[in-house]
């Protein structure tokens, strides 16, 4: 049988990777701080559980069907029906569901002006900002930037944008960084009836969460492919937050603890071409610098002799008036 058009505009649709969090990984990576932000608002068991799946076919068809009535969210998926309010959402999830369920992704009027204009200043590191506006993420300290990833991902997914934080985005970070809590599952109802009534053909989201909903109703899925490594934050990531990458055998930093006031720029290593010096900076909390003082002393050694060397190999080049001027 042939899909419906409706059902056939939502299969061409992207759908946006929802990202899970290999608890091993960041706590390796000195990220336990970001573990311990999930655990504030209840979702730590959801987003590492690595072992959810997805059938996108099921995604796509849940889409076409979608409706709301009041706060009841509807849809037919394989034949089976699907009635769902945020209360009743949570417990499937296993997740809250109070808090914070403000969702203004169109009208920012309900939102406080002065308090938008904190946030901006804040999460910019701008304090001379003077109105509210969107924020890019390479201005935000890592931390923020890693919880705007997450947010875009899981929270309110979405494709387009996902280098500038809106005052929606800031919001939640902010909510998310002070363990204040956010309602997932009415952010999550709304954000699906506006990924589904929208003109332009935004991409799909919550596959992963979706899919769970599915299989708590019994649907019988066409297509479930387990997640895959991809799926995971990784080094790509926590890189693109930035993060420096912590590698077997280097000493373990702090990193989800990184303040101006306690980091400490170390030389660890240098590279020497033609008469160009390179120093490569890795932040150091102070809780980590005595661990460290071993490669940090023959790194400021080796450091002082090459910079003697290329001295050296200068002064034998230049001309005998230029040595004496």
Not at 70 to 98: H, Y
Not at 285 to 291: D, G, H, K, T, V
């Amino acid at each position: 049988m042939a899909p419906s058009p409706k059902l056939e505009k939502f299969q061409k649709r992207g759908v946006v990777r929802g990202k899970l969090v290999k608890v091993s990984y960041f706590q390796k990576q000195g990220l336990e701080v970001f573990l311990d932000k999930l655990k504030a608002q209840g979702w730590y068991e959801l987003f590492t559980n690595t072992q959810m799946g997805c059938s996108q076919p099921d995604v796509a068809e849940f889409y076409a069907n979608v409706a709301l009535s009041g706060d009841v969210l509807t849809s037919t998926v394989n034949g089976v029906l699907i009635e769902v309010n945020a209360q009743a959402l949570g417990v499937i999830l296993g997740v809250p569901a109070t808090g914070f369920d403000l969702y203004v992704r169109e009208d920012k009027s309900l939102l406080s002006k002065t308090r938008l204009l904190e946030l901006a200043q804040r999460l910019s590191q701008q304090p001379g900002l003077r109105s509210p506006q969107a924020v890019k993420k390479g201005d935000m300290q890592p931390l923020h930037q890693l919880m705007f990833w997450f947010i875009i991902k899981n929270i309110i997914p979405r494709a387009q944008g996902r280098n500038q934080a809106d005052t929606m985005d800031q919001c939640l970070i902010d909510l998310m960084d002070r363990g204040e809590q956010i309602n997932l599952p009415t952010f999550m109802i709304n954000h699906i009836i506006r990924i589904a009534t929208t003109p332009r053909a935004h991409d799909l989201g919550y596959r992963f969460l979706l899919t769970k909903v599915f299989e708590h109703f019994g649907v019988e899925l066409r297509k479930k492919v387990d997640a895959q490594v991809i799926d995971e934050d990784g080094s790509s990531t926590i890189m693109g937050c930035g993060f420096v990458l912590v590698k077997a055998g280097d000493c373990r930093t702090d990193q989800g603890a990184q303040t101006p006031s306690v980091l400490l720029l170390i030389a660890v290593k240098i590279k020497v071409s033609k008469h160009l010096l390179c120093l490569f900076l890795v932040p150091l909390s102070a809780s980590r610098l005595l661990q460290c003082l071993p490669q940090i002393s023959s790194g400021f050694r080796t450091i002082s002799l090459r910079f003697r060397v290329l001295s050296r190999r200068r002064r034998s080049r230049m001309p005998s008036a230029m040595q004496t001027f």
